[in-house]
């Protein structure tokens, strides 16, 4: 799995790219929590590259999901296809995590 991350404005986008599973979710909630340390409360995840998503990397996405939400901000998906998106819509996180057709869409949110 690979993380790029770029600061737009008050928001950061991360493109994650590859596989995210119980080896490397890990890293990518330690990169987004460094970024909600810096005081970034809207982060955008664009997952258009990400192949496969284990239970550990949807568990990710909920306690980033949480701690922006303590925060008063917000964990924005993006660009789900495939499988991904099968898994956020089978295990119903669309429904807590409304999912954008582009990182556009995602940063004119909010």
């Not at 330690?30 to 192949?51: M, Y």
């Not at 917000?74 to 409304?98: A, D, H, M, W, Y």
């Amino acid at each position: 799995m690979t993380i790029a991350s770029r600061q737009v404005g008050e928001k950061v986008v991360l493109q994650v790219a590859g596989r995210m599973d119980a080896e490397n979710a890990p890293e990518f909630t330690k990169e987004c929590e460094s970024w909600i340390s810096k005081g970034i409360t809207s982060l955008v995840v664009d997952v258009g590259d990400l192949s496969y998503v284990s239970s550990m990397g949807l568990r990710s996405f909920m306690a980033i999901g949480k701690a922006l939400q303590d925060k008063a901000g917000k964990l924005l998906i993006c660009r789900q296809t495939g499988l991904v998106k099968q898994v956020f819509e089978i295990t119903r996180l669309n429904s807590i995590f409304p999912p954008h057709e582009s990182v556009e869409s995602a940063l004119a949110e909010g």
